[in-house]
């Protein structure tokens, strides 16, 4: 294939981007597959995340296959798996990153104009047949969603893979809770390849070039070139405040035809916008995907660059190949150690037929009928109560969201719910499934900051209730307040004789002390997304004790989305 390296777009403001274009030897007009992000477009995922890179490949041998492998990128597409196939693949280093000069501001309105010219760039060049595809995991699927919406006119069709799309819901403030991933990722994956870092940072083997710029500029100036990511998200505790507006996506008019893929391990981070996406979106083509294993597995597996060429072959090359007969929801249903693709018609799956497991405050137990009038306490920052169902009689599967309606007083003026789904053995054990980031994970989480209980009823239904973030609430000590939590959307099958459970507590789930180091911190169960920052859970106002109350006309139930067997 061609290669073009560091090719200038220019934006409107006069500022230069720089790009590395992969395409055919044979002179002709092809489809575009294009990317704009901060992760330094020449860094080698293998030099960037060589544990990650081990593992995908020892379990994935297809992943390595058909390719050098010299130009893999974190999250973004290999090319030499689209050239051959007739695709021009096209990288652009977001503003302020990599070889791109300029100030960082992640997914502000300026990156989304940003992109939408490189799109428009992409669109006309001589090689270009017009329509331009974009196709990325996480940061390069979260602002597809941003961009999608401006519509630009060469944006054929997108492939957002497991990327959020609510900013301030999916990825800084789960049920109002901020959550602390973007202050541990923002310096060794973002500001380690800003651009400036030059010779401090690391070399691109294919061309000898820094990867993070020509030029070496000192802290000072790199300080001056990047916002303050956790001021900004911890100075903006509202959806809408004017921060997160600006992030935030107008789904009426995001009407390309699109394949959003989750996961459903991805809680935190790489799942629920990939559902929302689908839902909200005002495209009359599209198509959900949902998945398992780590989030940049099957992104690169033969599975899923088949369905992303396939996709693309339709709507960026025209090709009559079956694509449009394709059924709109293609899941990968989790078992305990398996998962069994099937495919659907809607999302959430017409069939399902929706369950209350109602609170048993006296014993700890999810009952399948009302129970009487009780009430439990827990410590406000502990691990809470874990409630059992009795053990499934016959294998049952739950696949779809889920919601829980709890009735709780605090000693203190707010307090933070974190639920937990999780399966148990017959022998008491958890059982634990390898998550988008982490690789012991529990089946659901949920979350919800009770001063934030407000919801929106045209956009609430009982299995996915939806706060309007708009307003905070303070509690009375001690006087009951009802909250409906969302549960994120999951999927597993349980055998005869293992127990559902649920976890009402007040701090982040784990099942280890030792974890899974991401960078800084480690991962014991919920991911890299800790709600641990003191400063937006002072413990003067989140401390204390919380009662859960049940019965007597306050039903505190989980509802679970259970799949008969067709």
């Known amino acids: 294939m061609k290669i073009e390296w560091d090719v200038p777009i220019q934006m409107d403001d006069g500022i230069i981007l720089r790009a590395d274009v992969y395409r055919p030897i044979e002179e002709g007009e092809y489809p575009v597959v294009l990317t704009y992000g901060p992760y330094a477009k020449g860094l080698p995922f293998q030099e960037a995340y060589p544990l ?21 990128t974190w999250e973004a597409v290999d090319p030499e798996k689209w050239v051959p196939h007739g695709y021009v693949c096209v990288r652009v280093d977001s503003r302020g990153a990599g070889r791109s000069p300029g100030y960082i501001n992640p997914f502000s309105a300026r990156e989304t104009r940003d992109y939408y010219e490189c799109i428009e760039w992409a669109g006309i060049q001589p090689w270009s047949n017009g329509k331009v595809g974009l196709n990325g995991i996480s940061y390069y699927a979260m602002n597809q969603w941003q961009v999608a919406a401006l519509q630009p006119p060469h944006l054929a069709a997108i492939i957002p893979w497991e990327g959020a799309a609510d900013w301030y819901r999916d990825a800084t403030h789960h049920g109002g809770i901020v ?25 691109n083997p294919n061309t000898g ?80 995907e949902v998945h398992g294993l780590e989030h940049w597995t099957h992104f690169y597996t033969d599975y899923g660059v088949n369905i992303q060429r396939s996709f693309f072959d339709h709507f960026l090359k025209g090709e009559d190949n079956g694509w449009d007969e394709t059924p709109p929801v293609l899941l990968q249903v989790r078992g305990i150690n398996e998962f069994v693709v099937r495919e659907e018609q809607e999302w959430p799956i017409p069939r399902t037929q929706w369950k209350r ?47 829980s309606k709890l009735f709780v007083s605090s000693s203190t003026t707010d307090t933070d719910v974190f639920l937990t789904v999780h399966v148990f053995d017959p022998e008491g054990n958890e059982v634990l499934f390898s998550g988008a980031m982490d690789p012991r ?7 919800l900051r009770a001063s934030h209980r407000k919801l929106d009823p045209q956009k609430s239904t009982e299995y996915r209730p939806y706060h309007t973030h708009d307003e905070i609430q303070p509690l009375t000590p001690n006087e009951i307040y009802e909250l409906d939590v969302e549960i994120w959307p999951s999927s597993i099958v349980i055998p005869a004789g293992y127990r559902l459970g649920l976890t009402v507590g007040g701090c982040d789930y784990k099942n280890t002390d030792e974890g899974t180091l991401y960078h800084t911190k480690y991962m014991t169960g919920s991911g890299a997304y800790w709600h641990d920052d003191e400063r937006d859970r002072p413990e003067e106002i989140f401390g204390g004790k919380v009662t859960l109350h049940a019965g007597g006309g306050k039903d505190a139930y989980l509802l679970i989305p259970v799949i008969p067997k067709k």
Do not use: C
């Open 209 to 288: 070039e820094y990867v993070a710029g020509p030029e070496t500029l000192s802290d000072e100036q790199l300080a001056q070139n990047r916002t303050d990511l956790d001021r900004d998200i911890l100075s903006s505790p509202l959806a809408t405040d004017e921060y997160n507006k600006e992030r935030a996506v107008d789904w009426s008019k995001v009407t390309v035809p699109l394949l959003s893929a989750a996961n459903w391990g991805g809680i935190g981070l790489h799942s629920r916008g990939n559902f929302e996406g689908y839902k909200q979106a005002s495209s009359t083509q599209k198509w959900l």
């Open 357 to 403: 497991l109602y609170l048993r405050l006296d014993d700890s137990r999810l009952d399948s009928e009302p129970v009487a009038e009780s009430k439990a306490e827990y410590d406000a920052f502990g691990d809470g109560i874990t409630f059992l169902t009795e053990p499934f009689v016959e294998e049952t599967e739950i696949t779809g969201p889920m919601a």
């Open 441 to 447: 994970t529990p089946i659901s989480q949920g979350w």
């Open 52 to 72: 990650q890179w081990k593992l995908m490949t020892e379990q994935h041998p297809d992943v390595e296959e058909g390719s050098t492998n010299k130009y893999q």
């Open 179 to 203: 959550s602390t991933f973007w202050s541990t990722w923002y310096k060794p994956q973002v500001l380690s390849v800003q651009y400036g870092v030059g010779e401090r940072g690391k070399v």
